[in-house]
């Protein structure tokens, strides 16, 4: 076991905002700090980089994709650090306009890293979070602005309090199976199957923060979304307004949240500010 018993980790954290996160708390976390990977080699690298900059972060391989990528990571933090204290989940995809692969597949394999990939994570990893632990989970400000381009019926199911996991598995399902025939639009859904993994990721926070309320509130868990911003990375193309680093700095707030903190919790945050659902 680590002589530290203090751990954060990142997933994908090789790069772009992810990167910045793991640099951030390499500064600033009281522990050690760990920058998963799906290419092992790009990881490696990535730690290198930070390691030439006088930072010590470790590296563990993380395909969100995969269970038994997800299993073994959480195996070593159990052998090693006996839990997790600070879980951020940054992995995701998106496609770029012009990708001519057909909608239906770009939106199965979207729905399948960024809300399955990213719900698989916390599932597995739900049980390591020690007492204080923080959760964030990168979604976007296309989940809010998505939300209001959905038909009425489907943004009173999403703001739902009562909404269950079962129920948003479901809608997610719904979404890829009605971009099959090109209905989706006709049947509610905002035209962009990002937009719609990322709504799946602020509500999925908004039930498992109400889950940890039920289940664990003696524990002070505190999880939430968060809105990085339009930030210059692969995925956003280099107009973006934001740097990397600049994206950082919600989620690095709210995994550095203070042990006595009574909130955020279960919230959508952006520029470190609570908005509204």
């Known amino acids: 076991m680590s002589s530290c018993s203090r751990v954060a980790l990142v997933t994908g954290a090789n790069k772009g905002i992810g990167l910045a996160i793991t640099r951030e708390l390499c500064r600033k976390f009281s522990g050690d700090v760990v920058l998963t990977a799906r290419d092992e080699a790009r990881g490696r690298a990535a730690v290198q980089q930070l390691q030439a900059e006088g930072l010590s972060p470790r590296f563990h391989p993380l395909d969100i994709d995969d269970l038994r990528s997800i299993r073994a990571l959480r195996d070593f933090l159990r052998t090693e650090y006996g839990g997790l204290n600070v879980l951020v989940n940054n992995a995701g995809i998106a496609f ?10 770009q939106a199965k394999m979207t729905m399948k890293t960024n809300f399955f990939g990213t719900r698989n994570v916390y599932l597995e990893l739900l049980p390591l979070i020690k007492p204080q632990g923080r959760v964030v989970n990168v979604s976007s400000m296309a989940s809010l602005l998505g939300l209001e381009a959905c038909s009425l019926e489907l943004q009173k199911k999403f703001r739902s309090e009562t909404i269950t996991e079962d129920e948003l598995v479901g809608l997610m399902n719904k979404f890829v199976e009605d971009t099959k025939d090109g209905m989706h639009i006709q049947k509610g859904w905002v035209n962009s199957r990002y937009t719609v993994t990322k709504i799946g990721v602020t509500v999925l926070s908004r039930i498992h923060a109400r889950k940890l309320n039920e289940q664990r509130r003696g ?17 956003a193309g280099p107009r973006a307004s934001k740097s990397p680093e600049e994206g950082a700095e919600t989620p690095v707030y709210l995994a550095l949240l203070p042990p006595d903190a009574e909130g955020p919790h279960g919230q959508f945050v952006m520029e470190k500010k609570v908005e509204q659902w």
């Open 96 to 105: 770029w306009p012009n990708n001519p692969t057909r909608f239906h597949i």
């Open 219 to 235: 524990d002070k868990i505190l999880l939430n979304a968060c809105c990085p911003g339009w930030v210059r990375t692969d995925m």
